[in-house]
Structure formats: C-alpha cells, structure tokens
C-alpha cells in the first residue's frame, strides 16, 4: 500500500505541476541513514594503544537523502523542462516542506544535485531526485520570543532541537532612551555571559546575529563591536535559564534543529 503527499519547494507546490511524492510504507527510504555521522579527530602513535583524541566533528556530512515523486499521467518535453527549471540549477539552497504527518514539523534547506527519470510501479512517469542539505539536520519552523526588559528579569527558553548542538538564534533589541547596554546570562550555560556596553545614547535598533557572527545597528550604522565581550549567545539543549539586564525591549527568533530519518 502506497501514499502520496503534497511537496513544496522553491516556494512551489508539487500540485502546480501535477506531482506527488510517493512513500511505500516507508520501505523506499529504507537505505537512508538518519542520526549525525561522526568524523573522529584522533592521532595514533607507536608507543601507545589508544589514540590521542581531540574531538568530535559532527559538521562535515550533511544530511541527504533521496525523493521518489510522479505524475499519474505521461508528461510532454515542455512539462519535463517546467520541473527541471523548477527543482535544479538553484544558486542557493532552497527550502523543502513535505506534507507528511511526520514531517509537518520540520523543512529541509537544500539543493537537489540530480533529478532522474525512472520507472516506478504503476506510475507513468516517475523521478529520484538526490536531495542535499546545507547541515545534518531539518529546520523547525522559525519561533520568536519576546521579552520586555525592566532591570534583571528571567526568561525560561527551551531548546527543543534534537541534537546535541548549540542553538545560536537571532536577537533584535530596541533600548529605551538612556539604556546603555545588554546582558544575557545563561545559567544553564555555565554562566556564559553575553554583553553589550556602552550603546550610544540615540534611538537604536540592534540586531546579532549569533550564528554568523555579526551584530548590526540598523537605524544610524553604529559600530557595536567595541562594547562587545565577544561570547556570542547560544542556547543549550533543553532548558536556558536566562538573567537578562538592560531597559528595552529583546526579541529572540530562530528555528529549532531536529535529527529526522528521511
């Protein structure tokens, strides 16, 4: 017994060009590892048995996996040229959402390295396509936080993302007039402290993004950098206990990460 669910990519529905994806009681993704794939950082010497560890990498393989999807009807050149130019030659990765009741969590950012013709079943005309992402897992969909900050108060956030990877989500603070700074302790991180001092007294809007790096004033272009103590914020897996201090109001977004079977 098989079933067909909706895609989307590109922005796109598979609807708009007369496909369905195709899962045969999970049976043809049977083949798809799921889980993060370790790259062990070790040396081995001559005097010794066990190797000198360094580490983990869990970065370096990104997730793939393969679609099955097709028309239940014969397609003519100019319909196979339409999916082409819609599924391949993407300069970036594009998102992928699958209408299935265990995915409806999660998206994929991607890019489809080959798409191929083949023979499946029933079906007329049929495709594989290799799906490749930008990291090893799915993305949820994206979640915001706001706080308003008077003084010290305490936020509670959790993480919900599967792995074992700190989370670095997006801030947007807007101070009030007069707040010189923000902090964020996160108790549940060892203390790990984020700090920004010495914002200068006009109407700001700070935006850090913790992921890349980067931390943008957007109303005037005030370069933050010299008030920063450089600990970008993370959240760990679960519960952040967060100590915010400063006089304004902080937005935290992002998306969780989850580990998914394809």
């Known amino acids: 017994m098989f079933q067909a669910y ?29 889980g993060n794939k370790a790259s062990i950082v ?6 010794r048995i066990q190797p000198i560890h360094f580490g983990t990498n869990y970065h370096q393989s990104p997730l793939e996996f393969k679609l099955i999807f097709g028309a239940q009807h014969s397609l003519d050149r ?4 339409n999916i ?12 992928l959402s699958i209408d299935q009741p265990d995915l409806d969590h999660v998206v994929f950012r991607c890019l489809i390295t080959a798409l191929t013709p083949l023979t499946h079943g029933w079906l007329p005309m049929a495709f594989e396509a290799t799906v ?6 799915a993305y ?22 599967t792995g074992r990877e700190y989370l670095k989500p997006t801030l947007a603070f807007v101070p ?14 060892g203390g790990r402290t984020f700090s920004l001092t010495g914002l200068p007294a006009d109407d700001l809007q700070i935006q ?18 010299d008030g920063f103590n450089l600990n970008f914020f993370r959240l760990v897996p679960g519960g952040n206990d967060l100590e915010i201090t400063g006089d304004g109001m902080l937005t935290i977004s992002g998306r969780f990460l989850y580990n998914v079977a394809a």
Not at 42 to 47: M, Q
Not at 78 to 81: A, D, N, R, S
Not at 181 to 187: D, E, Q
């Open 78 to 81: 100019y319909e196979l040229q």
């Open 6 to 34: 909706e895609f989307s990519y590109a922005g796109e529905s598979s609807y708009q060009y007369g496909l369905m994806l195709y899962d045969f009681g999970g049976r043809g993704q049977a083949d798809t590892g799921f």
């Open 132 to 137: 490749r992402c930008d990291c090893p897992y």
């Open 176 to 189: 009030e007039p007069g707040a010189t700074g923000l902090t964020i302790v996160n108790k549940s991180d």
């Open 84 to 95: 082409a130019m819609w599924l391949t030659g993407h300069s970036d990765y594009q998102w």
């Open 42 to 47: 070790e040396s081995r010497t001559n005097t």
């Open 208 to 225: 850090v993004d913790n992921n890349s790096g980067v931390i943008q004033e957007l109303s005037h272009g005030y370069n933050l950098y």
């Open 140 to 161: 949820g969909h994206p979640f915001t936080e706001h706080c308003l900050v008077r003084g010290e108060p305490s936020l509670l956030l959790r993480n919900e993302s």
